[in-house]
């Protein structure tokens, strides 16, 4: 993740779970290290996102967590090197839920899917929370309606705020392997719109989406035909 001066790394498997990272910082060349002092438990398949000048972490895969999955959260304050625990977003436990700042100026986190604890039918998710640092709390984000998009709960899925507002794309629902439709959430009006579905790339998880400032570019992945792909599209809401 980064903040603007730093990329901080944290968490993950190697060759157990971790809760240690580091910042790297490109106009000193240098590594420090963060602190583990009130740290999330060591964890891997969490989601992360920069906002209030903070860094925060949601869910993840932990032996610490009930069931393995988690559903705590915690923020990083580089400048002072600390750890936060946070209220909890009252969503189900979770690890591979997408982690993305948004709001108009970056002032918000923004957490939604994953897989996680069985609720029926499914392990897959389609809700999500957002954390307003400034305020400390959190709203939820409902699941999108299942007449909106086919299967809307999933994990594997690329998402980025765009256009004031959250979207997510593609990825492994839970009743099929992969997806070749999206929805975008706006927390102003609190409603979904599916992504239209005429022109869009094949269907595909593992891929990777950026938001350039008016478009998003979708690309890679693994697709329908269980290959990897190298093929891409555009978007322009």
């Avoid at 436990?93 to 069985?118: D, E, H, M, Q, V």
């Avoid at 609720?119 to 954390?131: L, R």
């Amino acid at each position: 993740m980064w903040t603007g001066t730093e990329m901080i790394v944290w968490g993950g498997y190697s060759p157990s779970y971790l809760n240690t990272g580091a910042a790297y910082n490109p106009s000193t060349n240098a590594w420090r290290t963060l602190s583990t002092t009130g740290a999330p438990s060591a964890r891997y398949y969490h989601a992360a996102a920069y906002a209030g000048g903070k860094m925060i972490v949601f869910g993840g895969y932990s032996s610490s967590c009930s069931s393995s999955y988690c559903n705590d959260a915690y923020s990083y304050d580089p400048g002072a090197n600390t750890w936060t625990t946070l209220a909890s977003p009252g969503l189900d436990a979770r690890y591979l839920p997408s982690g993305i700042t948004g709001g108009a100026t970056g002032n918000t986190a923004i957490f939604w899917g994953g897989y996680g604890s069985y609720v029926s039918p499914t392990y897959t998710k389609g809700d999500g929370a957002i954390f307003n640092p400034t305020t400390g709390t959190w709203t939820t984000i409902p699941a999108p309606a299942d007449t909106l998009i086919t299967y809307p709960k999933r994990y594997y899925h690329a998402a980025w705020w765009g256009a004031d507002q959250f979207f997510f794309w593609g990825g492994n629902p839970y009743s099929i392997s992969y997806s070749d439709n999206g929805a975008s959430y706006n927390p102003t009006t609190g409603t979904w719109k599916a992504m239209p579905s005429s022109g869009a790339p094949t269907a595909r998880y593992y891929h990777s989406a950026v938001w350039t400032g008016s478009e998003a570019i979708i690309w890679g992945g693994y697709g329908s035909t269980s290959s990897y792909l190298r093929d891409g599209k555009i978007y322009r809401p």
